[in-house]
């Protein structure tokens, strides 16, 4: 079974700094392609990072050069280091697992909320 279990989400504010962790179990970790969503408030589900299983990285618009994403295959686990945290970042963060073909799997969340 595969599972995907976000952690370190939290209350931060504005200007600080948060790390997002994601533990992967019951897949082929180094095969995926893995990323991070997020979904604030009132709005619709968006991207925030990807890495490819090649460690290519893409980032949205809005967190190029404050976010960062990075895996770790030996450990099973995909990272976001979130910098400059706006109150926009407000959101419910998901783990994304996608492999062309097999389809996607993600994690339930985890909220992060930055105050002014």
């Known amino acids: 079974q595969v599972q995907l279990v976000e952690s370190g989400g939290g209350l931060v504010q504005a200007g600080g700094s948060l790390r997002l962790s994601c533990a992967a179990s019951?897949?082929?970790?180094?095969?995926?392609?893995m990323g991070w969503y997020r979904q604030p408030p009132g709005k619709e589900r968006e991207l925030v990072a990807t890495?490819?299983?090649?460690?290519?990285?893409k980032y949205a618009a809005s967190v190029e050069g404050r976010f960062t994403i990075w895996r770790d295959n030996s450990k099973n686990m995909a990272n976001l280091e979130m910098a400059s945290l706006k109150p926009e970042d407000t959101a419910l963060y998901y783990c994304?697992?996608?492999?062309?073909?097999?389809?996607?799997?993600w994690g339930k969340g985890t909220l992060v909320t930055v105050s002014k």
């Open positions: 994304n697992a996608h492999l062309s073909n097999f389809g996607d799997y």
């Open positions: 019951g897949l082929l970790f180094g095969m995926y392609d």
């Open positions: 890495i490819t299983r090649s460690a290519v990285t």
